[in-house]
């Protein structure tokens, strides 16, 4: 449900908003101090915005309203917008100084108010009034004031605006460099925005100023730019302008074709009510003077009639200049003479005005000067008023803290009292608790440290029991490795015992055919010797990978997995599985070679026996030593089609098997993480790739003595 004060806003919305639809203006508002009436005179003020009767008439209502309330009562708000518009309706009516009074008295109200933004508001306006009027020196003070207020609250709109119109009036004083300094900085906001649609004329500003400082070149690179932009963005009024530029730099250029060309397409635009349009006309008619002068004639007349009509004073002195140079080419003198006395009375006329204006100029800048003396003075003032306010506050703040600072002192030490008294009661009370705590301590204490007691009896006894089953486990994965170890054994001496029985056949058919002398005798015995040598170093390997020697020592990894891979290579040529070793770094580590060796045979065994119930075109093992991230890496990769993703996280843990019961424990893998983590220090683990199956064992690398 609403608050009561939330449905009184609500009435008095619907009141206004019935009130505004049975009349215009009449019964607007009930209160003009309230925020909501400054903003619906906002809006109102937007809305007649664009309708100078309807704004007038708003306006004078207004005043009205204003004049009904006692003028401290009204918001400040309404008072800045009503200011603010009347200075800008009144600027555009005459040339009188009115329109300054207005935007005067809106930026007092918005210093009283201390309102930065309405302040710079209020000073960008004056400046637009200045630089219509030609004060550019005035105008560039307002602008920079409200630049510094720009700065500080508002975003790049104001400041570009602000940029540009510095730029035009340094350009109007022939301050050239720091014109083109404001440009580029005016352009470099606009790119930053990407706001293509405000480059158009900002451009053809630039080009003019490069033009009166004889730059050409880049002068009409800009103006392109300016025909480009405002071709998409720009009004009809723009468009002529820029092509009347243009057609004024290719005359003086003297390339007159081209100039011909801007010209008429600016007149083509046919913005007839504006002083760019007599001067293209004009300067077209001077165009024509050789090859046209009838149409000259034609086309000055056209000019100077508009020029009369609108009261362009400047344009028609230059209207009339060139019909004194028209007649003086085809010889018509007393026409010539006629213009030129048609042209001195527009001079006269432009200095009388420009007198009465600057006498205006001195008189307005005058006061200017001593309303700027009576706001330092007020600022004065009000400083010191603020300072003395301040002061009272401060003091009014001191004896209010040291009224209560001795009231809290009377309570306090009544309350200490209390305190103190409350206090040795509960000690007491927490003496008699603490020693009822202190008996139960003990009590539970006691039963602490017999529960202590048979836990550790009970922890020793699950020790001992994990130890015997660990001892159990690799008594069986040896066992287990023996039956392997007994295959290689027989595959590696098939060859040899074979080799040695077909000697003996040999040395049988020799003695039969009368062939056994003591050459050939001593060349069979030397290759039986070479046959025996070979067997011996198999059983010496294979009796190593026995050997329950612990001893640790530094050794080299690559050199260890040599071994394994040549220990199980003849059971793996007879299951023909191929495999390639790659040792990219060789690396050193601490622990028993023995150990890491069996690791290296159960990994190799473990894929061996995963190729033999799955029917693999070409099995391969790939077998790589690195270093990695500091680490010393062995990696073991098949092509047997991979773990079972139902088991691959718990492919370490003991009896978790794949094959059947009588051909596999399920310990070969325990007990491979079991030496690399305890005895090496280091991680192993196993994932799928695309073709298979991947075991990666990464122990630590040390230096090697």
């Not at 397409?265 to 008619?285: Q, R």
């Not at 009014?396 to 009292?417: A, D, E, N, W």
């Not at 159990?472 to 060859?495: F, L, Y």
């Not at 260890?560 to 299951?575: G, N, Q």
Request: glycine share 4%; aromatic share 12%.
């Amino acid at each position: 449900m609403l608050r009561s004060s939330s449905k009184l806003l609500l009435l008095l919305l619907v009141i206004s908003i019935a009130l505004f639809a049975g009349d215009k203006w009449s019964g607007r508002f009930d209160d003009l101090t309230s925020p909501l009436a400054r903003e619906m005179v906002k809006a109102d003020l937007a809305k007649y915005s664009t309708q100078t009767d309807s704004m007038d008439n708003y306006l004078n209502w207004l005043e009205k309203e204003i004049q009904r309330v006692d003028n401290s009562k009204v918001h400040y708000g309404i008072l800045w917008l009503y200011n603010i518009f009347r200075g800008l309706g009144s600027s555009q009516e005459s040339r009188d100084n009115t329109c300054f009074k207005f935007l005067e008295k809106a930026y007092e109200i918005a210093w009283l108010n201390d309102d930065k933004i309405s302040m710079m508001i209020t000073e960008f306006h004056q400046g637009n009034i200045y630089f219509n009027r030609g004060y550019y020196r005035m105008a560039i003070r307002k602008y920079e004031s409200s630049q510094a207020f720009v700065e500080k609250k508002t975003g790049v709109d104001f400041k570009y605006k602000i940029f540009h119109n510095l730029a035009i009036c340094h350009k109007y004083l022939k301050e050239f460099d720091l014109s083109l300094s404001y440009f580029h900085q005016a352009e470099t906001i606009r790119l930053e925005e990407n706001r293509e649609d405000e480059l158009g004329m900002l451009y053809n500003n630039l080009g003019s100023l490069y033009n009166e400082m004889n730059d050409q070149e880049s002068a009409l690179s800009c103006y392109l730019k300016a025909e480009k932009l405002l071709a998409v963005y720009g009004s009809r009024l723009e468009q002529a302008m820029v092509a009347n530029n243009l057609g004024n730099l290719y005359l003086i250029t003297q390339d007159f074709p081209e100039a011909k060309v801007y010209f008429e397409h600016s007149l083509s635009l046919k913005v007839i009510d504006s002083p760019g349009y007599v001067t293209t006309l004009a300067n077209i008619g001077l165009l024509y003077l050789d090859e046209n002068p009838v149409k000259a004639l034609s086309l000055l007349e056209e000019a100077r009639q508009i020029c009369l009509e609108n009261s362009f004073l400047p344009q028609l002195k230059d209207v009339y200049s060139d019909f004194i140079e028209h007649y003086e080419y085809v010889q018509d003198y007393e026409k010539a003479l006629y213009y030129l006395d048609l042209r001195q009375a527009v001079i006269d006329s432009l200095y009388i005005e420009e007198k009465r204006s600057h006498q205006e100029d001195i008189q307005y800048y005058y006061n200017l000067e001593s309303k700027a003396q009576d706001i330092e003075l007020l600022t004065f003032e009000k400083s010191i008023s603020d300072n003395k306010l301040k002061s009272n506050k401060m003091l009014y703040f001191v004896g209010i803290c040291i009224f209560i600072v001795s009231l809290l002192g009377i309570i306090v030490l009544l309350q200490r009292h209390n305190l103190r008294k409350k206090r040795i009661e509960l000690l007491q009370k927490k003496n008699l608790e603490l020693e009822e705590k202190r008996k139960k301590k003990h009590i539970v204490l006691d039963m602490y440290q017999k529960l202590q007691q048979q836990l550790q009896e009970r922890t020793n006894a699950e020790i001992d029991h994990i130890r015997r089953k660990d001892s159990m486990i690799m008594i069986q994965s040896r066992h287990s490795a023996v039956g392997e170890v007994i295959g290689n054994i027989a595959h590696q001496w098939r060859q040899p015992i074979n080799a040695i029985g077909i000697i003996i056949q040999d040395f049988a058919d020799a003695y039969e055919f009368d062939e056994l002398n003591e050459e050939y005798f001593q060349k069979k015995m030397k290759v039986i010797d070479n046959l025996i040598y070979y067997m011996e170093q198999t059983i010496d390997d294979f009796k190593n990978f026995f050997n329950p020697a612990k001893e640790k020592l530094v050794f080299n990894v690559s050199e260890i997995l040599k071994r394994a891979v040549e220990f199980v290579s003849c059971t793996f040529s007879a299951r023909n599985i191929a495999y390639n070793i790659e040792v990219k770094d060789d690396f050193f580590c601490y622990g028993t070679p023995n150990e890491l060796f069996q690791v290296i045979i159960n990994i190799m065994n473990n894929a061996k026996d995963a190729y033999q119930p799955r029917n693999i075109a070409a099995p391969m093992i790939r077998l790589t030593a690195e270093i990695n991230d500091g680490m010393g890496c062995l990696i073991f990769q098949d092509n047997a089609g991979g773990i079972d993703p139902a088991i691959i996280d718990d492919i370490f843990e003991p009896y978790i098997t794949t094959k059947e019961a009588s051909k596999g424990t399920g310990m070969g893998l325990y007990i491979v993480k079991h030496i690399i983590e305890l005895n090496f220090n280091g991680k192993v683990f196993a994932e799928n790739i695309e073709d298979g199956a991947c075991f990666i064992i990464k122990i630590p690398v040390v230096e090697r003595n």
